[in-house]
């Protein structure tokens, strides 16, 4: 199991909900009569990853959303609209402080493996790419 982080628009929620039809012809017909509704998606980790560097950091460290990332994101996933997203942005700078305390950098000489300091950045930065797209298109994000 992968997480990934999406944005979608908060007023194509409801098409988001719709099943599509079983009949292959209908199908076909059903995927070209509607827009593409995935704004951004990107790639956040692999579930141990995201129980083990995100959500268990972030539940010692008091922040709750990201804490719910592994537990409620595995099986409902984790949508953030609104004022949630300062709430996520201001979560996710805590976190990434922790990793920073926790992780040390890789050595320049490449001696140090970057694991799991330079990936977790960069899925940070996914994150922060998300809200931020969220924000400019009267978005939602759904982490799972």
């Known amino acids: 199991m992968t997480f990934h982080i999406s ?3 908060i007023a194509d929620r409801e098409l988001l909900k719709e099943r599509p039809p079983t009949d292959i012809g209908a199908l076909y017909a059903w995927m070209a009569d509607r827009p593409d509704l995935t704004v951004f ?3 956040l980790g692999a579930n141990w990853a995201i129980g083990d560097h995100w959500s268990d950091h972030a539940e010692r460290l008091g922040l709750p959303i ?4 592994y537990e ?4 409902h996933g984790v949508q953030v609209e609104g004022a949630g997203l300062d709430a996520l942005e201001s979560e996710l700078d ?6 920073r305390r926790l992780y040390p950098p890789p050595d320049e ?3 140090q ?7 977790l950045l960069e ?3 996914h994150m922060r790419t998300a809200i931020r797209i969220a924000r400019q298109v009267d978005g939602f994000i759904d982490i799972g």
């Open 7 to 9: 944005v979608y628009r």
């Open 41 to 43: 998606d990107e790639f």
């Open 66 to 69: 990201l804490a719910s990332l």
């Open 72 to 75: 409620v994101g595995f099986t």
């Open 94 to 99: 805590q976190l990434v402080a922790e990793w």
């Open 109 to 111: 000489d490449g001696g």
């Open 113 to 119: 493996d970057p694991q799991p300091l330079t990936q």
């Open 123 to 125: 899925r940070a930065d």
